[in-house]
């Protein structure tokens, strides 16, 4: 019973896609359901996730902890940033509408980093790769109609921007 018990177990742990699974669990006691959804099947998938691994359709940037907005205890989450920047260069409102257009690994829900998560991407940019170490990025954090908060990729001091500038954009999206 031992070796059909390990038998179904490592069926059922290769067969984990992204559905609804049933895990059958063998006992010599009984035998009982268990019921797991896509997001319980994220999670445990997400559990070995570190920064720069590909995931969600570009590469984790952040893995949220205790203490940190979107944290929930016993779940990963965090930001996964695109694996490239979008265009060489533009205004705000032009990075605000490629984020939004984005639409890597089937996702729709792309957007332009807040000026913290911008920080985040800085702090782990060579994890995450590609930007470009000389140059602003662009970040959704507005100071008034005129000015949003950039961030240098090669000193890391965030500044108030002209939105009328142009700035590097990698867009971000939450998992």
């Not at 994220?42 to 205790?66: P, R, T």
């Not at 790769?129 to 890391?156: M, P």
Request: proline share 1%.
């Amino acid at each position: 019973m031992k070796n059909l018990k390990s038998f179904f177990f490592s069926i059922s742990r290769r067969s984990l896609v992204k559905c609804a699974l049933v895990c059958t669990v063998f006992s010599t006691a009984a035998v009982s359901s268990v019921y797991a959804s896509e997001t319980a099947v994220a999670a445990s998938s997400a559990g070995q996730l570190k920064i720069g691994d590909n995931h969600g359709g570009g590469k984790v940037a952040y893995v949220f902890q205790s203490g940190d907005e979107g944290y929930v205890a016993g779940q990963i989450h965090g930001v996964v940033a695109s694996r490239q920047d979008l265009g060489n260069g533009t205004t705000w409102e032009k990075a605000v509408q490629l984020c939004q257009e984005y639409r890597a690994g089937g996702f729709s829900d792309w957007r332009l980093p807040s000026k913290a998560e911008l920080n985040r991407l800085y702090a782990n940019k060579i994890a995450v790769g590609g930007f470009k170490n000389h140059h602003y990025y662009w970040s959704s954090s507005e100071s008034d109609k005129n000015d949003a908060w950039d961030q240098s990729f090669r000193s890391g001091v965030q500044n108030l921007g002209y939105k009328l500038d142009n700035n590097y954009v990698r867009a971000v999206r939450t998992f």
